[in-house]
């Protein structure tokens, strides 16, 4: 049972605009929220987190966004750059599991 | 500052072997953990600790056993490797409640 859903697996964008990357959680636990980028044939490099005391967090063009009513996360990147082509996962973990689980991914494409 | 460190970086076995992928981290962080990444699957948690001598599984623990005797290390053992283990092996470490930081990974391919 999938806990964390990114339900697009594809997303593509125009350089200049924005790119929205979307996640839900079935959990009711979890209560932190990390988005990270992969790059192929990298590890997996930490974007931005949001706890869950919070609704909006934002770092430079990275902003994200929880909603904690709909059990849905997203992540807003504006304006995109070909330079964040990448594979995206989101993440969440409960505050008593230390468990950190992660979606499937959602690859973007920024084009020029 | 090394970070968190995997080897090897690709391995091929035959179904039966068995092996130990190697994750070292060098930032004294209580948690590790490992994950595998196959396509349309994203990352999955195989084992985690949460401390010198303390394990746990994760989502898809079957067929790997995992130990921490020391905080700066997390191996990753496959007992009898089997065609469906091929993936992309990831460490991953962090202090709690926090960011995960994670190795280059390991590519597998059980043939």
């Known amino acids: ?112 | 500052n090394a970070g968190v460190t995997q080897t090897p970086k690709f391995q091929v076995l035959k179904t039966g072997q068995s092996m130990t992928l190697q994750c070292a981290q060098d930032m004294n962080h209580e948690y590790m953990s490992w994950y595998r990444q196959d396509p349309g699957m994203g990352l999955r948690l195989i084992h985690y600790s949460v401390g010198a001598g303390i394990t746990d599984q994760g989502e898809v623990p079957n067929g790997y056993n995992v130990s921490r005797s020391t905080t700066e290390d997390f191996p990753l053992r496959l007992l009898s490797a089997a065609p469906s283990q091929t993936s992309v092996y990831f460490c991953a470490s962090r202090p709690r409640y926090t960011e995960a930081f994670f190795g280059q990974g390991t590519r597998l391919t059980v043939v």
């Open chain 1, 1 to 112: 049972d999938q806990q964390v859903k990114q339900n697009s697996p594809s997303l593509s964008v125009q350089e200049g605009r924005i790119s929205i990357l979307n996640c839900d959680y079935t959990n009711s636990m979890f209560d932190y929220f990390l988005w990270y980028k992969k790059y192929p044939a990298e590890g997996p490099t930490f974007l931005i987190s949001i706890s869950s005391i919070k609704d909006k967090n934002e770092d430079g063009r990275f902003t994200v966004f929880l909603n904690k009513s709909a059990k849905h996360l997203s992540l807003h990147i504006v304006p995109s750059q070909p330079g964040d082509s990448a594979v995206y996962f989101c993440a969440a973990s409960a505050h008593n599991t230390d468990k950190l689980i992660f979606g499937t991914g959602t690859r973007l494409q920024v084009f020029p």
